[in-house]
């Protein structure tokens, strides 16, 4: 579940019971921070400070009890860390930070301050700050990674 595409429990927990109708032993539930019921809010753990946005959390473990009281099934709530999201290197991975590296040397060298780099592919840009954190970057409903999920079976919950 994604924020873009606000979920409805009823059909995710449809979704899990026809997993086990099926013949399958166990579903997953993937959420994303922000995302939330339709008709509701993104769950928050931290209140928003001078200067910093609130931050978002909980949403698992929130949906966890509300799965669990409402299919009967056993759930458990996880939330991985930076490690456990990215595994260990493989050579595209080290191959991808050594051109992050020597493009943030050579924007630094042409006095390109105030910039992040970006991997555009094929080439690596300097891209100004202001415009790297100008927006909240969200997810194309409508982009060919939503339909290609859907087309493979993933339910967003909608």
């Not at 458990?76 to 943030?104: I, K």
């Amino acid at each position: 579940m994604i924020p873009e595409i606000p979920y409805d429990l009823d059909r995710v927990c449809a979704k899990i019971q026809d997993r086990y109708r099926s013949g399958r032993e166990f579903a997953l539930v993937v959420a994303a921070e922000g995302a939330y019921e339709q008709g509701g809010e993104p769950a928050y753990i931290a209140k928003a400070k001078p200067g910093a946005a609130a931050r978002l959390g909980g949403v698992a473990e929130k949906l966890a009890g509300e799965i669990a009281a409402r299919t009967g099934r056993e759930t458990r709530s996880l939330v991985l860390g930076h490690l456990q999201r990215g595994g260990p290197p493989n050579a595209e991975d080290r191959l991808l930070s050594l051109r992050f590296g020597a493009a943030a040397v050579e924007f630094a060298a042409q006095g390109k301050w105030g910039c992040m780099v970006a991997l555009n592919p094929p080439r690596m840009e300097a891209v100004p700050l202001e415009d790297a954190i100008g927006g909240l970057k969200t997810v194309p409903v409508d982009g060919d990674l939503v339909r290609t999920a859907r087309s493979l079976g993933v339910s967003f919950g909608d």
